[in-house]
């Protein structure tokens, strides 16, 4: 918050990102959603296609973004890596979402002993970082893009239920529970029906943030070989498959999936809190 | 005749911690309430009026004594749709948030409609039966279409009364509704009040820390200090004649003309003797 002088009286605005940045973000992870949904047709190369004569290329007419160390188009790659990733994001915060919101949920509406149990829980997931807790899942289970999303989403669910529980108990405090609970409306359908989707404009804005936060989780995951196997052009295990030429000085195979990955974070980031702000102030 | 209400040795304690001793918030507490009458209950902040309207809207479970409404006693072991659609008619409560007391997301038309499905209004009579409430609150019925946020504070009182109306209680608990509203917005919805009250016959119990809010629409007044009863009788009375010191106080701490502020500290220092023997 910055305080400006203007004369006598002092005018506080808060720092928002421009509207043209917003804009801007939303048309950077426009852009990742259609080339995941149009990725067959908009690729101009197949992803898995190796040339031999071709390899570390540098950027050029016949391959923008060069190519990479078995001498696939990098553009096309990443235009079909986006498909994987962001699916990856989706499906990691869809189930940690339905976990998260159910916990934080039911802790903010029963308290008690219920509240202190699932606190425990939750505080119990929180002391693993999120990477070894996946690293435990899959030690369990097997490696895949299955098994990551699982882990990593177990590893988000917590700091969901924590926040949901936050914004419900807020929620539940408003004179207008009370009032529908005086109609004769049961906990359960009061829950569901009417408490739930008023904590939804709050949440959306903060799960915007966190779709950022997962992908990267993901890439990173993939990066190491936990999630995402070859020929997959995931972006993480793009980023894994070409620091071999980073060695060789050409980074161009590791930096440009590695760049892509930092600009839809940042874009997300940044439509989240937009959101939030929007939301709220309907709200 | 039976009274509407009846509320006997009614106690009220909240645990600080696990181990130590509660906060009395109300004691031995009693006092009835005829068909159509309105008692306003009123004392400062902390004198336990809003533990009081939150026990006989059931909100809050008292730890001792009974509350009645037309002879039956409100069991609080009942559970099930049944009970909660009966507990509904005995009693409803307008809140002091105009601003929280809606749900955000509903337009007025759906938080009537919802109201009224619930409590099994035939489907075919629901919009005429939200058309007379509207009208009864005094509200036009193009803001049937409004959400919460594009109505003003005395408009969100009246759609809330309107709510708790649509159930056609047997007596209607307005805690505190006047205080978050300008004066003349007060004015109106303390005349409306009067009005539904006469037309309806609904029992009101109004809970106000503002005496001269509650002289202008009850029959009689309780003087509510640390929980306790200090005073009851009829508004005239209570306001003329009062027989506390606290009510004596009380009514000298409104600024008007003549207000001696050294005069309330007086009264407050008299009554702290009384209190404290």
Not at chain 1, 82 to 103: D, E, K, M, N, Q
Not at chain 1, 184 to 197: A, F, H, M, Q, T
Not at chain 2, 239 to 248: F, G, I, K, M, V
Request: proline share 5%.
């Amino acid at each position: 918050m910055t305080i400006e002088a203007h004369g006598p009286v002092a005018v506080a605005t808060t720092r928002k990102a421009a509207p043209g940045v917003f804009y801007l973000c939303l048309g950077i992870l426009g852009l990742a959603v259609v080339a995941a949904i149009l990725a067959d047709w908009i690729a101009p190369y197949d992803p898995s296609a190796t040339d031999f004569s071709a390899l570390y290329q540098q950027p050029s007419s016949a391959h923008w973004f060069g190519t990479d160390q078995l001498g696939r188009d990098i553009l096309s790659r990443v235009i079909h890596g986006a498909r994987p990733s962001l699916l990856g994001a989706i499906a990691l915060l869809t189930f940690a979402t339905a976990v998260g919101v159910l916990i934080g949920t039911v802790a903010a509406w029963k308290r008690g002993w219920v509240d202190a149990v699932l606190a425990r829980v939750t505080d119990v997931m929180f002391a693993f970082p999120g990477l070894l807790f996946v690293v435990l899942v899959i030690a369990v289970f097997d490696r895949g893009p299955g098994t990551a999303v699982i882990g990593m989403g177990l590893a988000f669910a917590p700091v969901i239920a924590k926040f949901t529980r936050a914004i419900a108990l807020e929620e539940m405090a408003r004179p207008y529970v009370d009032a529908y609970r005086l109609q004769g409306i049961g906990s359960v359908e009061l829950c569901v029906r009417y408490v739930l989707p008023n904590l939804f404009p709050t949440l959306i804005g903060y799960l915007v943030v966190l779709f950022g936060e997962g992908l990267m989780s993901l890439a990173a995951l993939n990066f190491l070989g936990f999630g995402a196997q070859p020929p997959s052009s995931e972006w993480g295990l793009m980023v894994q498959e070409g620091r071999g030429g980073v060695i060789q000085g050409i980074v161009g195979p590791a930096l440009i999936p590695g760049l892509v990955i930092a600009v839809v974070v940042v874009a997300t980031n940044v439509i989240g809190v937009r959101l939030s702000d929007k939301l709220a102030v309907k709200a | 005749m039976t009274d509407v209400v009846r509320v006997t040795g009614l106690r009220k304690a909240f645990d600080v911690t696990r181990r130590t001793p509660g906060i009395v918030a109300v004691e031995n507490l009693s006092f009835r309430l005829g068909k159509a009458d309105a008692i306003g209950v009123v004392g400062e902040s902390g004198s336990g009026k809003s533990t009081l309207a939150r026990m006989l809207v059931g909100l809050t479970r008292p730890d001792a004594g009974t509350i009645e409404f037309d002879g039956r006693v409100r069991e609080w072991r009942e559970r099930g749709r049944l009970a909660r659609l009966r507990r509904a008619k005995e009693v409803q409560m307008v809140f002091q948030d105009p601003y929280g007391s809606l749900d955000r997301r509903l337009t007025v038309e759906t938080a009537l409609r919802n109201v009224l499905r619930r409590h099994q209004v035939d489907s075919s009579a629901v919009g005429t039966r939200i058309a007379e409430l509207m009208d009864s609150v005094g509200l036009e019925s193009r803001l049937l279409a409004s959400r919460p946020h594009q109505l003003s504070g005395g408009q969100r009182q009246r759609v809330a009364i309107a709510k708790a109306l649509a159930v056609e209680p047997a007596v209607l608990v307005l805690d505190e509704v006047t205080s978050a509203l300008d004066v003349s917005v007060q004015a109106q919805i303390l005349a409306l009040l009067t009005d539904i009250r006469a037309r309806t016959g609904v029992s009101l119990i109004f809970v106000s820390h503002d005496l001269a809010v509650v002289g202008k629409v009850t029959d009689s007044i309780l003087v509510m200090y640390r929980g306790q009863a200090v005073e009851q009788g009829s508004t005239a009375d209570v306001l003329r004649r009062p027989q506390h010191p606290y009510t004596e106080m009380l009514l000298s701490s409104a600024p008007g003309p003549g207000w001696r502020p050294e005069r309330v500290a007086e009264l407050r220092a008299a009554f702290a003797v009384v209190h404290d023997r």
